[in-house]
């Protein structure tokens, strides 16, 4: 059974700070991974998405990683924004196959 | 592109009474559609899996009686809670693939249900 750990739970830096959010998961049979971001009580808004294939992914300030034989990947952000202030999701699977997710990384930004 | 809404934002019903929850596709067609729910602080967790046109793949654990799913067309699936108790008070997301086959689930904005 697949089960998906982030760390840490919670994070918070000063602004411009680069910082770097871990996601492990436990087969490493997967067909993709995918990094979400959610706001408080909202859905969710999917940030980068790394085929089983490939190795990273960048959109603009944002990198992601993707070890798949150690089970890893991690979400690089750079110069920190307090409008990067929300909780990421990090998730395996993909398809037409069922999405498996961590608990996320709730992440605060100070001014 | 790839809209998904869901109907209604937030919903607030008495214990023992059913809700409908709607899931579409707005700028495409939807093969396959999932359900999830998500309590506080707590990750996602997979109920349902819904091909248009089939009955609904539900995951262990979930009450297929109690949850119902109905995917009748490519654009819309429901989701209704029968017989709501306190304990069904969640947030339920929904995502969908489009026929097309790309490696992305489009999510929904999440539906607030809580059960009084």
């Known amino acids: 059974k697949q089960e998906v750990t982030q760390i840490p739970a919670a994070l918070s830096v000063p602004e411009g700070e680069n910082l770097v959010l871990n996601c492990s998961f436990t087969?490493?049979?997967?067909?993709?991974l995918q990094w979400f971001r959610q706001d408080p009580g909202k859905g969710l808004t999917s940030l980068l998405l790394?085929?089983?294939?490939?190795r990273e992914q960048t959109s603009g300030r944002l990198n992601a990683s993707l070890d798949k034989s150690s089970g890893r990947s991690t979400l690089y952000i750079a110069a920190s924004q307090p409008g990067d202030s929300a909780t990421y999701l990090c998730?395996?699977?993909?398809?037409?196959?069922?999405?498996?997710f961590g608990k996320g990384t709730k992440l605060t930004v100070n001014p | 592109g790839a809209v998904v809404s869901q109907h209604p934002s937030w919903v607030i019903c008495k214990s023992g009474t059913s809700v409908k929850i709607e899931c579409r596709s707005l700028?495409?067609?939807?093969?396959?559609m999932f359900w999830y729910r998500q309590f506080p602080k707590q990750s996602l967790m997979l109920m349902a899996t819904?091909?248009?046109?089939?009955?609904?793949?539900?995951e262990q654990g979930v009450e297929k009686d109690k949850f119902l799913i109905n995917h009748a067309s490519l654009t819309l699936s429901t989701l209704t809670v029968t017989s709501a108790h306190p304990e069904d008070s969640s947030f339920y997301i929904c995502?969908?693939?489009?026929?097309?086959?790309?490696?992305?689930?489009?999510f929904g904005p999440g539906t607030r249900l809580t059960v009084l």
């Open positions: 819904s091909n248009e046109g089939s009955k609904a793949t539900y």
């Open positions: 790394i085929q089983s294939s490939q």
């Open positions: 700028d495409f067609q939807a093969t396959t």
């Open positions: 998730a395996v699977g993909g398809g037409s196959e069922k999405l498996v």
């Open positions: 087969d490493s049979a997967i067909y993709n």
């Open positions: 995502s969908a693939t489009s026929w097309r086959g790309t490696d992305t689930q489009y």
